[in-house]
């Protein structure tokens, strides 16, 4: 089974407006983290943001903000006030606490198109 | 910049040849991870190192090898060469366990 789904293959936003990126995850680890990363058509993986499994709050950076619900086993980025530099691939990842690594484990990715 | 360094950025070499990858992990950071992105695989994660010793394996072929230095640095090496080889490959490196890992730029390597 999929650890890390992104149904959200390719997305189109208007500058300016706010953008939802769909996440769900699998584990039955207590203790988990939850990743995104941008990856720009330079190519450079840059971490965006981080959620962890016993955080109550979800967290923000700046116009990226995590909505983690965990009962739905769901982390959603919303980026807000899109840009023309937002336009990039966008990898949900998810760490797990357990086991012989903790590797991070890659969705496969949703390719964001900001419209002027 | 992650503070990853990977080298080379670019490298373009014949099937059946072997090739070093390098990566000097961000300072006092102790994993690093080594991961290959193909346009039909996405990111696949191949093998993590722990103060220099092999943490856990993914989806290495036994045509690839990496070590992990006392200095921390990291090197994939990858033999006999194919064309399906071509893709970019990262190195990541993290402080804890469930931390953010941050990347460095990636091998773009391209086999003909």
């Known amino acids: 089974a999929q650890k890390i789904t992104q149904t959200q293959p390719g997305m189109f936003v208007q500058e300016k407006e706010a953008v939802t990126l769909d996440c769900t995850y699998d584990?039955?680890?207590?203790?988990?983290?939850l990743f995104w990363y941008k990856q720009p058509s330079s190519g450079e993986m840059i971490f965006l943001i981080y959620?962890?499994?016993?955080?109550?709050q979800n967290a923000t950076e700046g116009r990226y903000s995590l909505n983690f619900q965990k009962a739905r086993k769901s982390a959603n980025l919303v980026i807000s006030a899109s840009q023309l530099g937002d336009s990039a691939m966008y990898f949900c990842?998810?760490?797990?606490?357990?086991?012989?690594?903790?590797?991070?484990?890659f969705g496969g990715g949703t390719r964001l198109m900001v419209k002027p | 910049d992650s503070g990853v360094t990977q080298t080379p950025k670019h490298l373009i070499t014949a099937t059946g040849q072997r090739v070093t990858l390098r990566c000097s992990p961000r300072?006092?950071?102790?994993?690093v991870y080594w991961y290959q992105q193909s346009l039909d695989q996405g990111l696949q994660f191949l093998i993590q190192?722990?103060?220099?010793?092999?943490?856990a394996k993914g989806n290495i072929l036994e045509r690839f090898s990496a070590q992990q230095f006392p200095d921390l640095h990291s090197e994939l090496n990858l033999s006999s060469l194919e064309l399906g080889d071509s893709a970019l490959y990262f190195c990541?490196?993290?402080?804890?366990?469930?931390?953010?890992?941050?990347f460095g730029q990636g091998t773009r390597l391209t086999v003909v």
């Open positions: 990541a490196s993290s402080v804890g366990v469930l931390t953010e890992a941050f």
């Open positions: 584990t039955s680890d207590q203790s988990y983290g």
């Open positions: 190192y722990y103060n220099g010793e092999e943490r």
């Open positions: 959620q962890g499994s016993y955080d109550e």
């Open positions: 300072s006092g950071d102790l994993s």
């Open positions: 990842a998810m760490r797990e606490g357990q086991g012989a690594g903790n590797m991070l484990t």
